[in-house]
């Protein structure tokens, strides 16, 4: 898809469209709103814009639209609307022996207990290895940093998706 076919989609289709990048309804909402968008610099630009003016519950919903490190079947399962494009996100995980998979749930778990979200990270081009790394550093934090933190790793998240809706990544 191109910026100008995105420019050009009825509000549901765009709804439908921005939804594959980020489950945030706010973000949605105002990423329709700001169309038409000059060039794909403009796209992210705006993106990154108006995620960064969003409220910790809008920011929590987009968390919400993402499997759990570690539980590739849920991202079969729960997030059709993320799927296709989420689907090579966490690839690294795929070639992890069982015990560092386990040790991942097991972190995650202990990570939403203790902030009430799940761990957000840009898994792309990370071993399950790397990323177990990353959540033991990251969840001796407290839940506001953590907060700062995972809407960091969901923009970039965000970025490769809307690469992907304009065909720029795979």
């Given at each position: ?31 329709v709103a700001a169309r038409p968008f000059s060039n794909e610099k403009d796209l992210h630009q705006k993106a ?108 970039k998240i965000t970025a490769l998706r809307i690469d992907k809706l304009l065909g720029l990544a795979q």
């Amino acid at each position: 898809m191109t910026v100008d076919e995105i420019n050009d989609l009825a509000i549901e289709q765009a709804q439908q469209a921005f939804a594959s990048c980020c489950s945030s309804e706010s973000w949605i909402n105002a990423m329709v709103a700001a169309r038409p968008f000059s060039n794909e610099k403009d796209l992210h630009q705006k993106a990154l814009d108006l995620w960064a003016v969003l409220s910790e519950a809008d920011y929590l919903q987009a968390f919400e639209g993402h499997p759990k490190i570690g539980d590739v079947n849920s991202l079969r399962k729960k997030y059709a609307s993320t799927k296709g494009l989420a689907s090579n996100e966490q690839s690294g995980v795929n070639s992890a022996d069982e015990k560092t998979l386990i040790e991942l749930a097991r972190k995650n778990d202990e990570y939403f207990e203790k902030n009430g979200f799940i761990f957000i990270v840009f898994a792309t081009g990370k071993s399950a290895d790397q990323m177990l790394e990353i959540l033991n550093t990251r969840l001796p934090n407290d839940r506001v940093t953590e907060i700062k933190n995972a809407a960091l790793e969901q923009s970039k998240i965000t970025a490769l998706r809307i690469d992907k809706l304009l065909g720029l990544a795979q």
